[in-house]
Nanobody, 120 residues
Framework: QVQLVESGGGLVQPGGSLRLSCAAS????????MGWYRQAPGKQRELVAS???????NYADSVKDRFTISRDTANNTVSLQMNNLKPEDTAVYYC??????????????WGQGTLVTVSS
């Protein structure tokens, strides 16, 4: 069994910063990609940032130059530093990983989500 556990959400004022973290645990052989998605009320889940093959970071246009994704491959963690937050960043943020377990089975794995609220 593989789990992704997020932490770091909360309430922040516009212009503020938050850092989200996600740790993967369990029967992990390898994690091919890790990233962050978000879902605002009444909207579809969307990609925020992720690491694709080759270690290149990919960002949604709406968060470029404000958010930074980082990953510790050895410890199976991924973080998202969010600066200059805007009310439209309010959403539940989900960690995602394409995980290969010890038996060679690949699964698209999601965390439980952490709420980020940007409001004055």
């Amino acid at each position: 069994q593989v789990q992704l556990v997020e932490s770091g959400g909360g309430l922040v004022q516009p212009g503020g910063s938050l850092r989200l973290s996600c740790a993967a645990s369990g029967s992990i052989l390898r994690i091919n990609t890790m990233g962050w998605y978000r879902q605002a009320p009444g909207k579809q889940r969307e990609l925020v940032a992720s690491f694709k093959g080759g270690g290149l970071a990919n960002y949604a246009d709406s968060v470029k130059d404000r958010f930074t994704i980082s990953r510790d491959t050895a410890n199976n963690t991924v973080s998202l530093q969010m600066n200059n937050l805007k009310p439209e960043d309010t959403a539940v943020y989900y960690c995602n990983g394409v995980v290969i377990n010890l038996w060679g089975v690949q699964r698209d794995t999601w965390g439980q989500g952490t709420l980020v609220t940007v409001s004055s």
